[in-house]
């Protein structure tokens, strides 16, 4: 069983910036390419970045692509999302995931893809 716990979300102004945090355990997490996403009420969940197993290979949603950074650490089985420059648009309950399948990048843009999902986080950015 994998369990995804994230954290550092907040109230911030627009221009300001958060640093989520997604700690992960039971599962062999340097194996696997992890996700962000985002769900805004009455919204559908939307894609944010993806990391490959080995953290270089990445991915961004376009309009987060200049301003937000995912990275993560092997040894530590945590993978984070730096936003700055936040915008009352990225106002959300931030998601992390675990890919379905080993060194896989398959449909990393859809919610499906993932299996495991952390509880989320909310970011709220205020004009």
């Known amino acids: 069983q994998v369990q995804l716990v994230e954290s550092g979300g907040g109230l911030v102004q627009a221009g300001g910036s958060l640093r989520l945090s997604c700690a992960a355990s039971?599962?062999?997490?340097?194996?696997?390419?992890m996700g962000w996403f985002r769900q805004a009420p009455g919204r559908e969940r939307e894609f944010v970045a993806a990391i490959g197993w080995n953290g270089i290979t990445i991915y961004y949603l376009d309009s987060v692509k200049d301003r937000f950074t995912i990275s993560r650490d092997n040894a530590k089985n945590t993978v984070y999302l730096q936003m700055n420059s936040l915008k009352p648009e990225d106002t959300a309950v931030y998601y992390c995931?675990?890919?379905?399948?080993?060194?896989?990048?398959?449909?990393?843009?859809?919610?499906?893809?993932?299996?495991?999902w952390g509880q989320g986080t909310q970011v709220t950015v205020s004009s």
């Open positions: 039971g599962r062999t997490f340097s194996s696997y390419t």
């Open positions: 995931a675990t890919h379905r399948s080993v060194y896989s990048f398959d449909n990393y843009q859809r919610a499906s893809a993932y299996r495991y």
